[in-house]
């Protein structure tokens, strides 16, 4: 052992901590920066694990349970992230499908926008990105408009429609979603939701999570958005396709061991956190009036915890902006896409 010295680890002094909290505080680049509370901490460091490979881990086994029930889902598989549960679900989806396969999905949707080219990349998929024309979501018009629904030598067979709700803070309501789903089935399209902030849209409609899900084949939800987990998504639908995305997931290096701290964490920021998004929305709602009180324009509906902005309306460059912010003491730390995220 004298020829590996490792060096213990540096731990953190009180005063670190208490500024680290004071920071995040004024940070709304992303709902994902937070610290995990002490409840949290003492959960994860209590766990009790097994071997998630193995399916013998305890509270990830309980967590996917509860996801199952909750989401009126026959199975459910916890994740490392959002997009490693988007890209599962998607792949398995156009892999049941015509060939070539095309996802229609919102122009902005973080599975064509954020997710580094991976429809592409893992499943050689098409993206038909459609620029919603009569409401800040994708309307049956617009999808009806852009799905490529008979074969031919063209373009690529719509094999999937991916929705996002909550997408840039706006909830798309779930008639309009049952309207689009109709239509998917009547077509043989797979539906899949990234409902990566889908809680938000759960608190404020007061309407179950599982009427939510109810018109997907697959639904991703992430526990670091919004919620304060440190790490993790769950991906749910049917036992033979949870499945199939688990040896997916072991295949592409997903496949995790002692995911029981990661599980327990999530598990308490469904029972803590939660119950506090809606004072997050009116939060929200707050800062928007303050923008606007200062000349800002805010372009988007702020329905939950994202406030969607246009500085260059009151005259000021959204660079400098970044810049002199982040030079306050705290300091706010902006984002650079004309949002604020407030978790």
């Not at 998630?52 to 199975?75: S, V, W």
Request: include cysteine; charged fraction near 15%; hydrophobic fraction near 45%.
């Amino acid at each position: 052992m004298d020829a590996l010295h490792i060096p213990a680890p540096r731990i953190p002094t009180e005063a670190e901590k208490e500024r680290a909290y004071v920071v995040l505080g004024f940070d709304v680049r992303s709902d994902t920066v937070t610290l995990p509370s002490a409840r949290m901490q003492a959960a994860m460091a209590s766990a009790v694990c097994g071997d998630d490979m193995y399916g013998t881990d305890g509270p990830t086994n309980e967590l996917q349970t509860l996801m199952a029930q909750l989401t009126g889902k026959e199975a459910a598989l916890f994740m490392a992230s959002g997009t490693q549960s988007n890209q599962l679900a998607l792949h398995l989806h156009v892999s049941h499908g015509a060939f070539p396969p095309g996802v229609l999905c919102d122009h902005r949707a973080h599975v064509h926008a954020c997710e580094l080219g991976g429809l592409a990349f893992h499943s050689r998929a098409t993206v038909q990105p459609v620029v919603p024309a009569h409401a800040p979501y994708l309307t049956l018009p617009d999808v009806a408009a852009h799905a490529q629904v008979e074969p031919g030598s063209m373009a690529a067979r719509t094999c999937v429609i991916s929705l996002e709700n909550t997408l840039h803070g706006t909830i798309q309501p779930l008639e309009e979603i049952e309207r689009i789903a109709a239509y998917a089935r009547a077509r043989h399209i797979r539906m899949h939701l990234d409902g990566a902030r889908l809680w938000h849209a759960v608190v404020e409609s007061g309407l179950p999570l599982a009427r939510w899900c109810a018109p997907f084949d697959t639904v991703s939800l992430c526990f670091s958005k919004g919620l304060g987990a440190p790490i993790g998504s769950i991906l749910v639908g049917t036992r033979a396709l949870i499945q199939e995305a688990r040896c997916l997931r072991k295949a592409f290096g997903g496949g995790m061991r002692q995911t029981g701290v990661l599980a327990a964490a999530a598990h308490v920021a469904l029972h803590d956190h939660l119950p506090l998004l809606r004072a997050t929305h009116a939060l929200a709602r707050r800062v928007a009036d303050e923008m606007q009180a200062c000349g800002v324009r805010i372009t988007a509906p702020v329905d939950t915890n994202v406030v969607m902005y246009d500085l260059a309306a009151a005259g000021w460059d959204p660079a400098e902006a970044v810049l002199r912010a982040s030079a306050l003491d705290p300091p706010i730390l902006l984002g650079r896409r004309h949002q604020c995220i407030v978790a």
